[in-house]
């Protein structure tokens, strides 16, 4: 068995003077200026759908978020300020939840946003004041779920970027029994085969001329599951992490590792010869499998020589630094307590983990006291990972971050963003549950 060292990644180990602070995300709520321009309307659908995992057999059942005008991702810009309504076409309640979207109080699932019942429909405004990468997915509340497909939304930056074409790979993670029938998330998939797809596809293929730069925008959409995902042949240049631009930096190898949910904004040049191909390998700790391929045409190029390296994508506004002075610290076990509840089961009245002032800095040491790996993801405020004796930090923000066995990790956020907020704890097992705290700013 191969495994995945969380810790010791190369996006998590890069050298300060590589990286700078990555700053800000998507932005929903009163804490904007109001936007002049006349809102984007934007029709989400949960709906039933079928996808293909075994080449010549039935198609799937499954569920998925959807909008009209594409199959896997919303595109928009930075700055746009959305008309959006949630129709809710399948036999279960739902829960909206988007990641990467700080300061959207009245977004947050289970706390402000109710259950979107079986049948009905949702309005909600959405601004989008953040360029970036963000993750949509529907969480069932009732029995009988399907797998839930979720979708990708990209706000592009106001300034121009470097890049010849832009790209979405969404990782998805199945489980399927024998007979075909799909085991969600949180039921127990014993015996079930494991597959993966990108964008929907057993493999996905992108086309590229000699010399065009790729912005690739990978996605781990699987519920439980950490993944690495290489490019083999080509230098891929990361320029974001979970939606905050970040200071340009090498992957090693050209090797990604994504927690669930995590996603990685990179820069990829076409720099081989017309007619070869790069593959895209997927390793989830056990084996490697191919996804895809970035496939140079046997063509013109698109220019004589590869471009210059890109600058640093243009900043979204996180502080530089948090002073940790008088910071409020609170100590997280990740699961296993009365604390921790299922999100489904979750009651107003359920104790907060904290609450801090707005302004104030909080230091959240995250101990994980089970025997796999566990993620836990933060709702409306991003976060730095500390160093081990809590002397400094690195320099990205994250939302998500996987926490191994029997280790305690320190987080640093500063609480800016007034309102109720949930965190999330989730074992890395297909059968485990998602569980649920809140924290306020007051």
């Not at 991702?73 to 746009?80: P, S």
């Not at 950490?226 to 631009?245: H, T």
């Amino acid at each position: 068995m191969v495994r995945i060292h969380l810790m010791s990644n190369p996006i998590l180990r890069i050298n300060r003077r590589r990286v700078m602070a990555g700053l800000g995300a998507a932005v929903l709520g009163p804490h904007w200026p109001a936007i002049a321009a006349p809102a984007t309307p934007l029709a989400l659908r949960a709906a039933a759908e079928t996808v293909g995992l075994r080449p010549n057999q039935a198609e799937t059942a499954a569920w998925a978020l959807r909008t009209a005008a594409a199959a896997g991702t919303a595109r928009f810009g930075q700055g746009e300020r959305l008309d959006l309504t949630v129709t809710n076409a399948l036999p279960v309640a739902l829960a909206l939840d988007c990641h990467g979207l700080d300061a959207a109080p009245g977004l947050e699932p289970l706390l402000a946003q109710k259950p979107l019942a079986a049948g009905a429909k949702a309005s909600l405004e959405l601004a989008l004041g953040h360029a970036g990468t963000f993750l949509c997915a529907l969480r069932p509340l009732g029995g009988g779920a399907q797998p839930v497909r979720p979708l990708a939304l990209v706000a592009t930056e106001k300034e121009p970027v470097a890049v010849d074409r832009d790209e979405v790979l969404l990782v998805e993670e199945w489980r399927l029994r024998a007979d075909g029938t799909p085991v969600a998330a949180g039921a127990d998939a014993g015996g079930a085969e494991t597959i993966f797809t990108a964008n929907g596809a057993l493999s996905q293929d992108i086309s590229l001329r000699a010399h065009e730069r790729l912005r690739l925008r990978l996605i781990n959409g699987s519920e439980r599951r950490v993944i690495a995902v290489k490019i083999e042949g080509l230098d891929v240049r990361v320029m974001a992490l979970d939606s905050q631009p970040c200071e340009p930096f090498q992957a090693r190898n050209g090797a990604l590792v994504l927690a669930p949910g995590a996603r990685v904004d990179a820069f990829i040049d076409a720099t081989g010869k017309p007619a070869s191909a790069s593959p895209i390998l997927l390793h989830d700790g056990q084996t490697a499998r191919p996804i895809g391929r970035l496939v140079v045409a046997d063509g013109p190029a698109a220019r004589p020589a590869p471009l210059p390296a890109a600058p640093a994508l243009p900043a979204n506004g996180l502080p530089d630094r948090i002073d940790l002075k008088d910071a409020l610290r609170v100590d997280m076990a990740l699961g296993r307590s009365p604390a921790w509840t299922p999100a489904e089961e979750l009651q107003p009245t359920a104790s907060p983990a904290f609450r801090a002032r707005r302004g104030r800095a909080v230091v959240l040491a995250l101990t994980n006291p089970a025997e796999k790996p566990t993620v836990f993801r933060l709702h409306g405020h991003h976060f730095r990972l500390l160093d081990r004796l809590d002397d400094g930090w690195k320099p990205f923000w994250l939302d998500t971050l996987a926490v191994e066995p029997g280790q305690t990790q320190r987080v640093a956020l500063l609480a800016e963003h007034a309102g109720r907020w949930l965190v999330e704890a989730c074992v890395t097992d297909w059968a485990a549950p998602r569980l649920v705290r809140w924290y306020s700013v007051e």
